[in-house]
Structure formats: C-alpha cells, structure tokens
C-alpha cells in the first residue's frame, strides 16, 4: 500500500496487487483510493490473510494448507541479477546441427534466472520455477536444486549452470554426457522423456 498524492492533506492511498507466473507480465490490480493509510493498510492485511490463511501481524508463520507461502526477503544485494552471475544450458543432439556444448541465457533471461536464484537461497523450498518465454512462446520448469530445465512443451531436459563472474567454466559436459563428436549419443537426465518433436531448449539465448 503507498500514497498516490502528497503525503498531507488531500493525500489518497491505494493498494496495488500483482499476480502471476515468473517470466510472464502477470496480472495486476490497483484498488482505492482510501482518505488514510490505516484504510489501506487494513485492505492489504484483508488480501494477504485471505491468500496465506495467516494474519499479518503473525507473519511468517508455517504455511497454511492450500494457501500461499509468505517468502523470505533474499538477502541485502542479492536483488542484482545483471551483475550477479552467467547462466548456461548444454545443448546436445540439436535437431538444427549447433555443436555440443554449454551456451549461455540471453540477458534478460540470466537476470530472471539470477532473481530466481537469490529467492531460491532465501527459500530453499522454492527451488522448482517456470519460466516463460515470450520471444520463444515455450514455457520451462527450471529446477534450481538439480540444475535442470525442462520444456513444458516438448519434455525435454537439459541441464543448467550458474557461473560467477570472474571465473573461467569449463567447456567439459555435464557427468552423464558425451560430445557429439566421440560418435555416442548423449543420454537423457533420469526421468527425462524420449526425443520429441518440435523445438526445444533453454528460454531464449544469443545462440
């Protein structure tokens, strides 16, 4: 909740709301105005009580059954995904003939993932995500704990790394995974489906 005029006299309040998958604009409302800041604040305290099960004042309390988690706050200078880290998937079989290898995320898919990252160290429970992707029209589950993505499309799995600045990754496969160049198909991640048709990958990337 926050003041939409000069705080004062005449000052209005309202409550903005958004909502929605990560990766994807979501949906927002703004609700108000209200001629207080305690209005506002009680309308909030409706919303937050009326998706967690839990009021306010006894935040963050354990989750309620079928109700949302209150999330902790990621550490102080973790919210800068620019700066933070490469992100990078290995590509191998590529129906399209690109070389094995790791390839990097676009940047404005390193920085969602990097956000990802820094909610995922505050809140280890959340480490399965999904992402979508509005220039490759794919969604992913991305799955921070076992460095994996997968296309909710097409099933496909690939793994996944995060590379701090200032280091030198190595090109090696992923354990499990052969180039294509030694003549051997690289296997699947376990549990991952068979070939599918269609593309598939990693959200979308300067390669």
């Known amino acids: 909740a926050g003041a939409g005029a000069g705080a004062g006299a005449g000052a209005q309040y309202y409550l903005y709301t958004r909502w929605g998958r990560t990766g994807t604009g ?4 703004l609700d108000g105005p209200w001629a207080t800041p305690a209005e506002a604040q009680q309308a909030f305290e409706a919303v937050y009580k009326d998706k967690t099960g839990r009021p306010w004042q006894g935040r963050p309390g354990a989750q ?27 590509l191998s079989a590529d129906p399209l003939g690109k070389a094995d290898g790791w390839y990097d995320y676009d940047s404005e898919a390193a920085s969602e993932a990097e956000e990802l990252h820094a909610q995922y160290a505050a809140n280890p429970a959340m480490h399965v995500r999904f992402v979508a992707s509005e220039t490759s029209g794919f969604t992913y589950k ?54 599918a048709a269609g593309p598939a990958g990693p959200p979308p990337a300067n390669a």
């Open 26 to 29: 979501g949906q927002a409302k």
């Open 64 to 90: 309620a059954p079928g109700k949302y988690a209150h999330l902790a706050a990621p550490a102080p200078g973790a919210k800068a995904p620019k700066a933070g880290a490469r992100w990078q998937y290995w």
């Open 142 to 195: 991305v799955d921070l704990q076992a460095n994996a993505q997968t296309n909710t499309s097409s099933g496909t799995v690939r793994p996944i790394r995060r590379v701090a600045l200032g280091t030198s990754p190595s090109s090696a496969p992923p354990p499990g995974y052969l180039v294509k160049s030694t003549g051997a198909k690289a296997p699947r991640l376990p549990g991952a489906p068979g070939p």
